[in-house]
């Protein structure tokens, strides 16, 4: 018996800015916030297996049952399972490059292309809209990575708006602090009311909402931020704690990262508006 393997990437997702215009009862924010691509990320590697079973490798500091990759295998199946569609269990491991919990997106990336991917192992019979439905629920970053093109998002972040960036290289680092997605969220000190974009959102003033925050809470981040500006303008990205700047060629970025202390991991990256998951699994825009 032949059993079907693939694997795809995981990319990262940068926000180029975040904005938090306002508070849910249900307590999320309602955000406008750029995302796009990476050409760096983890990469996930899936085996059918002839049983039913979803095998997921153990991940350092994860339990299975709340690995999102295991999770969103689990909700997969079951949807398939009540819509009456044929599917297969699946041995899933992973090439995990991404910090986590580093405001580039990595648990949910991992999430949508576990999504992605099973769904064409298991003909396809999900739409893109669907799969995003039903990967909001495992994390609010989850749609833009299952739309797979850089997008300016409203709502938690699944009102998405598609757009064209330029090319550019960014020298990512992460200061080795672990931040909480919840905890910056939920913290009295965060701002919260910034104006909505107006129309013409390009020519507004951006940034990330989030930072002065989390350079209260966390020095390193601050300091990050700092030193990056010696090279270019810095931001944060998300919730942290992963910082960027952004250069208009690689030996640019290759240049800083070159200079980056000793203390910090950093990496540098391409953006790509079409995100290489979809690439990686001939998902035609
Ligand atoms: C902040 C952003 C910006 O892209 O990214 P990260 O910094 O996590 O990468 C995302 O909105 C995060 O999405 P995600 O990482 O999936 O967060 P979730 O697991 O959905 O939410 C974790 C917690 O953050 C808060 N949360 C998240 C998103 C949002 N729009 N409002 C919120 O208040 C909620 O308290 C929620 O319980
Ligand atoms: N496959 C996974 N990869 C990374 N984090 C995961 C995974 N599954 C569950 N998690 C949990 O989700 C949390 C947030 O993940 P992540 O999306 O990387 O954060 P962020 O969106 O801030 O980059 C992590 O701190 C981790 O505890």
Redesign the pocket.
Known sequence: MNLETLSAIAPAKL?LF?HITGRRDD???E?E?LFTFLNYGDTLHFKERPDQEIVVAPMPGVANSDNLIYRAARMLQQRYEELGYAHKGVDISIDKVLPMGG???GG?SDAATTLLALNKMWQQRLSLAQLAELGVSL????PVFIHGYSALARG??EQLHTVELPERWYLVVHPQVHIS??AV??HPDLIRDSEKLPEQWQVAEQRNDCEPLVKKLYSEVEKTLMWLLKYAPSRMT??GACCFAEFENEQAARNALEKLPEKWHGFIAKNLNKSPAHTALGLEK
């Not at 994390?139 to 989850?142: F, H, L, N, T």
């Open positions: 926000n975040l307590g999320y924010h955000l916030t405001g580039v997106g949910s994390g609010a970053d989850v938690i972040g997605t919840a969220f939920t998300g919730t």
